[in-house]
């Protein structure tokens, strides 16, 4: 089933203002986290309109390439800008993914949970870009380069000039577990998909 850019979860791009951010890989086989601090004001070519409230993005492992990271500005539904690491993957595989949001309604805590990519047949997804706060796995790096220019990754999106950012031709990651506001694909394959309503006491993780 092809979902494509999931408009949903992303409504529009466009210049903004948000703080700049140090991103820094983690060594391969260990935890990759994107460690957020130094804040500054600075420019950011990406600012994602977003829900008001973030989600869970689970799997088992993820594999892809052309891979990039670097600082954007997530803007929910009250007007309020999130300071998030912006990922890009050209390619990616993902296997056992999960995805999770909990919503207060008036009717009480509701929650989605969405599950794809089982029984040795990963969802795949094409130019995925995630407007994260946490990463946490085991990962491993083909051809890192770390502390490049924003404006100069390996991806056809890019941050700003002057930025800290890193940059890969593969990245793999094991026991994936992800917090974001957004994410897009220009087309994202959810083989064996299901969706469940819950009462919000389930997640990915």
Not at 74 to 82: K, Q, R
Not at 152 to 176: C, E, P, R, W, Y
Request: charged residues 15%; proline residues 3%; glycine residues 14%.
């Amino acid at each position: 089933m092809k979902f494509p850019k999931p408009s949903t979860l992303l409504s529009r791009a466009a210049a903004s203002h948000a703080g700049r951010i140090t991103l820094v890989a983690v060594p391969v086989g260990i935890v990759a986290a994107a460690l957020l601090g130094g804040v500054a004001q600075g420019a950011v070519p990406v600012s994602f309109a977003v829900s008001g409230s973030q989600f869970q993005i689970g799997a088992s492992q993820l594999e892809g390439t052309g891979f990039s990271q670097y600082a954007g500005v997530a803007t929910d539904s009250e007007g309020v800008e999130h300071t998030v690491a912006i990922a890009n993957i050209k390619s990616a595989t993902l296997s056992d993914l999960c995805q999770s949001v909990i919503t207060e309604t008036p009717l009480g805590t509701v929650g989605v949970l969405i599950k794809a990519g089982g029984d040795g047949k990963p969802a795949t997804a094409s130019d995925l870009q995630i407007g994260m706060t946490g990463l946490k796995g085991d990962a491993s790096f083909g051809g890192i380069r770390i502390g490049v220019d924003a404006s100069t990754v390996n991806t056809k999106a890019k941050g700003s000039a002057g930025d800290f950012a890193q940059d890969s031709d593969t990245i793999s990651i094991a026991n994936l577990q992800q917090t974001a506001w957004s994410t897009q694909a220009s087309v994202f394959t959810l083989t064996g998909m299901t969706l469940e309503l819950t009462d919000g006491s389930q997640g990915c993780f």
